[in-house]
């Protein structure tokens, strides 16, 4: 893993467990905790691919069952967000490029689902039979819905970090150049899932500049501007 890639996710890992403990699993919710360490996880194994998201899955699973207040074994997590960062990548297309939310939101369903799924039946094989008493069935739909609610507001933003931490070309390319009429998730998620036009601010702030320094030119020459394109016309 190149160093960059290494600092960012780890960056993002502490910052999503220091929030995972401290916020999200004191909120008393009914059924299961909402995981943002999870989604941290899959939203970097869509960038990085399935290596390094079993890695990170790994780090972050470890950290998780290291920290306070966990009362399970060592390595338990671990061994579930590994699993679930290798399968993640894995889904991670060739060309690295989601045409449409669909993709990563069934992800998360996916990861949610099989992650508690996983985590319940590890516990199972060491003797921890808390799952049974909770109620398996309302734990997996309690920590879907809840992990799909707080997706968009959380891994489109983490892609695109990933992706200008990488210099990925496709991090310009999908915010309004040519390339991007089959913007990446990381944009398109942005634009429709959570009414943030990105791309399109950004066009608009290019155009807005153009006119801007044609205006100046104009003046230069003692011209007197007109208004929009007409100015660049007169030039």
């Not at 997590?77 to 060739?94: E, F, T």
């Not at 819905?145 to 991090?171: G, H, K, Q, S």
């Amino acid at each position: 893993m190149r160093f960059n890639r290494i600092l960012l996710s780890a960056t993002l890992v502490v910052v999503a467990l220091v929030i995972q403990v401290t916020v999200l699993g004191r909120l008393q919710l009914p059924g299961a905790v909402p995981d943002l360490l999870l989604l941290t996880v899959v939203s970097l194994a869509l960038v990085y691919g399935h290596i390094s998201g079993a890695l990170i899955g790994f780090g972050a699973g470890l950290l998780a069952d290291l920290a306070p207040p966990a009362d399970h074994a060592a390595g338990r997590y671990a061994l579930v967000l590994c699993v679930i960062g290798y399968v993640a990548g894995l889904v991670r297309p060739d060309g690295g490029r989601f045409r449409s939310a669909w993709g990563p939101m069934l992800t998360v369903v996916a990861a949610a689902i099989g992650s508690t799924l996983l985590y319940a039946g590890v516990g199972a094989l060491v003797g921890d039979t808390a799952a049974r008493h909770v109620g398996l069935t309302g734990l997996v739909f309690t920590a879907t819905l809840y992990d799909l609610l707080l997706a968009p507001f959380t891994v489109p933003w983490i892609m695109a970090l990933a992706r200008r931490a990488e210099n990925d070309p496709m991090a310009v390319e999908a915010g309004g150049g040519p390339a991007g009429k089959a913007a990446d998730v990381s944009a398109g998620w942005l634009t429709g899932g959570t009414g943030l036009r990105i791309g399109s601010q950004r066009g608009g702030l290019r155009m807005k500049t153009a006119r801007v320094r044609a205006n100046k030119a104009v003046r230069i020459k003692g011209v007197k501007p007109a208004k929009g394109v007409k100015s660049v016309k007169k030039l």
